[in-house]
DNA sequence: CAATAGGTTTAGCCAATGCTAAACTTGTGC
DNA sequence: GCACAAGTTTAGCATTGGCTAAACCTATTG
């Protein structure tokens, strides 16, 4: 059987870099459900699983399905038939989402990208750009 | 019950977004394993795929199965027991990966990020912009 | 040319994320 | 203060993407 193996070092990190996709996109659906309904305490008052289901695009049944696995989590809390609240932590997941969100959002659009694409684009990216990457996209923000 | 609605074009595009992302979840799986394909063919002559489950972190039975879909998907052929090659359709998302990739990873390192962030931000970001964006992206690359 | 080591596939499991349809609460309005 | 409409939850299903362990080929080598 062929057994080559001509540059041994590249495989792990590229491994490496695979891994870390597939962990945040656990992740990502969390961040994305938290920063939600944080809109809409802020935007609203309450959050409310049906009005979370219809931004997000899915059915109720997975958003009360979801919603058991965040509380777990230690994200959120909810009594049944009652509106959805964050916890410490969901809050401070959620500000972080802001955050990102906003630099990304913000470089897109000073990169020259127009609203709309911005906003869909900025919604893709945000879970996958490191601290590093941020830290650039702010410091370009800041020197333009 | 409460039923109010505020601001009812926003809700309708942010769900659209999430729904791309989504979507767009299912094809990243599929590039990743295409391109990896691509490069492997490229580089080695041959891609097996033991191969391709040790640069992906990932077992080789998850391998197998995830063959099957890409057959399935026209993406790509193989024999049992045997190396994996690329359809027409499946050479040619890998070219669309790569083309992303590369502009995507350039970008990075145009606006001062280390190599190895570039390249692990890189691989979670390009599934994620649009073509709009990469064109930006490129724009910022010829001008710099 | 047969044994065997080592790469591949199958079988069977799990968790996450969606869905629809049916059952169940709740709060309003009469 | 009860009925009912509308909002929520449960039940049950499907798919994707991962895993381990066991069964199975293949090609090298003695």
Chains 1, 2 share one sequence.
Do not use: C
């Not at 990208?113 to 684009?121: H, K, N, V």
């Amino acid at each position: 059987m062929p057994q080559r193996a001509k540059r041994p070092g590249t495989a792990k990190i590229r491994s490496a870099a695979f891994r870390r996709i597939r962990a945040d996109h656990s992740s990502e659906l969390a961040e994305d459900y938290v920063e939600l309904i944080a809109d809409l305490i802020d935007e609203k008052g309450e959050a409310r699983g049906s009005e979370v289901a219809m931004r997000l695009g899915v059915a109720n049944a997975t958003v009360v399905k979801t919603m058991k696995r965040l509380q777990d989590m230690g994200l959120v809390t909810q009594e049944p038939y009652r509106s959805i609240f964050l916890t410490g932590d969901g809050w401070k997941m959620a500000e972080d989402g802001r955050r990102k969100h906003k630099i990304v959002e913000a470089f897109l659009l000073a990169l020259g990208i127009s609203e709309e694409t911005a906003r869909i684009d900025s919604e893709g990216i945000e879970h996958h750009v490191s601290e590093e990457t941020l830290r650039a996209m702010a410091r370009f923000l800041a020197r333009k």
